[in-house]
């Protein structure tokens, strides 16, 4: 899910020209607008985290029991709506933007 809804507001801010970052690891999405990271899935590694987070990097909250797994790690980005497949390409289907399962991406 945090794929799909990171490619979303991606787009979303793409189109309104605002420079954004699709970021991944290996356990999530988000996206980035400078040192901003916005997730709207993070509720997923712990349910205490608010359903919104956007939030400095430096600033976001911290708990042992997901921090371990670097949830806000980036291990690839882009900024290129092209090139969010190849950085997909390993996640499950299910986890794939529709435009990505329909070859539209």
Sequence with gaps: ???ITSYEIFLALHRKKILAKFCVNKYHAFVMVGDIVIDVT???FDSELPEVVISEKWRLPKKKSWA???????????????????LLKDWPTEQQPVAMQKGLL
Excluded: F, L
Excluded at 68 to 86: D, E, L, M, Y
């Design 42 to 44: 993070a509720t997923q």
């Design 1 to 3: 899910m945090c794929a």
């Design 68 to 86: 371990g797994a670097g949830i806000w790690t980036v291990t690839h980005q882009t900024s290129n709506p092209k090139r969010i497949k190849s």
